[in-house]
């Protein structure tokens, strides 16, 4: 590339947008050559969180950071891809979905408990439909004694109820902690048996202009093919369903491998009450696509499995 002046990465400003953004920014300057800065937006979700459930939900840290792309007032956006609508605006790419982080989510408990060690009448907190419908779910079939306690904010105010005393647990996503600098505090990893995380969870989108071709092409080396597929089978489904971001809906598409060689895509999907009274899961495995139609063709007809065992009855439903 001829043209040497810097990048703009469009970032929120919370701490963790920040994180991500940070290390996207050295990786994208590696691949181009070119430096990167960041550009500070201020999104509707971050002025106003309290609101995000009667909002919508679905894309609203997400829009601001779209529109500055397309008036060209930034060159490209780093999103966590769990947090993207499921449909692509015109005029915009994905143009990389680099290697994923732990998908799973963690648990940050009072005195360094693990899941198993919490004492019936513990009090977990989560404002995600998704994990209360699971542990929920999981309490009822195992006979635990737990109570899942909405709550909502960022990192620090979540794991502030930990220390404050006020819950014994709280529910949070590894990729975000870990991105933090902040795994250290996580006192149990949740297995995906007992919690599916949220479609495209641990991974991020880098996105810009799709008239930005030489652009595009750059940061498209930054795409790991894997976690593209595996992304965009869990976001097919969820569209499949009609659910958004902020419905009682799990997924994740992992690779199996037959010692060195990955042969098999496994996709898993959950939909739950929040009680938890209520859950339809199901899982497919077929060959590794090879293309972005036969990816999302997985997360469709798993979807349609669900769909068919009742799961829009489930998703009807919204916790707060
Ligand atoms: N819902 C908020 C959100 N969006 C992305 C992450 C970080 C994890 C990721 O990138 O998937 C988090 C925090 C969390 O769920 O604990």
Known sequence: MTDNSPLRLGTRRSKLAMAQSGHVAEAVSEVTGRAVELVEITTYGDISRE???????????????RDALLR??????????????????????????????????????????????LPSGSRIGTGSPRRMAQLNAYARSHG????????????????GFVRNGELDAVVLAAAGLNRLG??????????????????????????????????????????DPYTR???TAERALLAALEAGCS????????????????????????????????????????PVPTSHDDAAAIGRELAAEMLAKGAAGLMGERAQ
């Open 229 to 231: 597929a595996a992304v």
């Open 72 to 117: 060209g007032e930034v060159d490209f956006a780093v999103h966590s891809l769990k947090d993207l609508p499921t449909t692509q605006p015109e005029g915009l790419v994905l143009a990389a979905v680099p290697v994923r982080e732990d998908p799973r989510d963690v648990l940050v408990a009072r005195d360094g408990l693990t899941f198993a060690q």
């Open 182 to 223: 902040r795994g250290g505090e996580v006192t149990d990893h949740l297995s995906v048996d007992t919690v599916l995380p949220a479609p495209g969870q641990g991974a991020l989108a880098i996105e810009c202009a799709a008239s930005g071709t030489d652009l595009a092409a750059a940061l498209a080396e930054l795409d």
């Open 247 to 286: 419905a009682p809906v799990g997924a994740l598409a992992d690779l199996l491998a037959d010692g060195q060689a990955v042969n098999e895509l496994r996709l898993r999907g959950v939909v739950g009450s929040t009680d938890g009274s209520s859950l339809v899961q199901l899982s497919t495995t077929g």
């Open 51 to 65: 609101h995000l459930a009667q909002i919508g939900g679905t894309g609203v840290f997400v829009a601001a950071l």
């Open 144 to 159: 635990l004694d737990i109570e899942t306690v909405p709550i909502r904010g960022n990192v620090d105010t979540r794991i």
